[in-house]
């Protein structure tokens, strides 16, 4: 049965919609909070108050005019919502300079690739380039962040693997091309923070066309049985974007195993791409 209940409205539209009708504190309060959301997910109430030069009063009147019962409603709402992946959630009124310094963009991003590599083996790399060799079709789908790296993803294994495609293209629905998904396919998800609104009926439609179903998400999204394989990247940093950098390695790591695996079949079919770019003058 379809749920046709409205939707809860976010944290941040809570704020925005009181902000209007605030007294002057809470209205410095309110636009500390839209600017710093992320304070108020970390922090305690007398923390949050120093933070935003208010007194404790103020926050407990701010997150009653909000319509939570107490601040660690407020704070567990504002924490749920930072999982979504808004940048908002992300910046740090206490985070200075020298916290987002290169070497510390560098030692995040080592950091990342360790923890994300530990609970990758080379079986399941294996076992997924073998899908992909195998599959009768390779779909590779991305929304927003993680639209660049399928398509970076589709253009690498193009060379080796005929039939493969990066969707959904512009003006496009996921149907046009999901009602041609088969048993002998496989989907290979890109989920990384944030998703799109219905990507658990995307998977779930997948998983009833037989499919086999690579996803690949970042860290916050708990392991899903229901893949076929699931890796999880590793995107935390020191400023207010994620670090992509292991998501970039394990496309990287995909494709390189790919061509190393795709036999005399993937040479020949590299030879005649490289004879067309060289006749075409494209490159």
């Not at 926050?59 to 709402?77: I, N, P």
């Not at 041609?180 to 989920?191: K, P, Q």
């Not at 999204?221 to 229901?226: D, K, S, T």
């Not at 400023?239 to 190393?260: K, M």
Request: with cysteine.
């Amino acid at each position: 049965m379809t749920d046709h209940r409205p939707k809860e409205k976010s944290f941040l539209a809570r704020v925005r919609q009181a902000l209007p009708d605030l007294h002057p504190a809470e209205r410095r309060l309110g636009d500390f909070v839209c600017d710093f959301p992320g304070e108020l997910a970390s922090y305690s109430g007398s923390e949050l108050a120093t933070l935003a030069h208010v007194s404790k009063a103020t926050v407990s009147r701010f997150v009653k005019r909000l319509g939570y019962d107490s601040y660690e409603a407020a704070r567990r709402h504002a924490r749920a919502e930072k999982l979504t992946g808004s940048r908002l959630f992300l910046g740090s009124v206490t985070r200075g300079g020298a916290a987002e310094n290169v070497a510390s963009h560098v030692a995040q991003g080592m950091a990342n690739l360790e923890a994300t590599f530990v609970s990758i083996s080379d079986a399941q790399i294996d076992a997924v380039v073998h899908a992909m060799l195998k599959s009768r079709k390779v779909w590779v789908v991305g929304f927003r962040s993680s639209h660049p790296f399928a398509t970076y993803l589709q253009w690498q294994l193009t060379q080796v693997i005929e039939n493969i495609v990066a969707i959904p293209g512009g003006g496009q629905t996921l149907g046009e091309h999901l009602v041609s998904v088969a048993r002998r396919d496989l989907v290979i998800v890109m989920g990384l923070r944030r998703r799109v609104a219905r990507m658990d009926l995307m998977l779930e439609q997948i998983r009833r066309q037989g499919a086999k179903l690579l996803y690949i998400t970042d860290e916050g999204v708990p392991f899903q049985a229901g893949a076929t394989w699931h890796f999880r990247c590793h995107s935390q940093a020191p400023g207010p974007l994620f670090n992509h950098t292991a998501v970039a390695a394990v496309c990287h790591l995909l494709a390189t195993r790919a061509i190393e695996k795709a036999g005399s079949a993937g040479r020949t079919r590299l030879r005649a791409i490289e004879a067309l770019n060289d006749e075409l003058e494209e490159l």
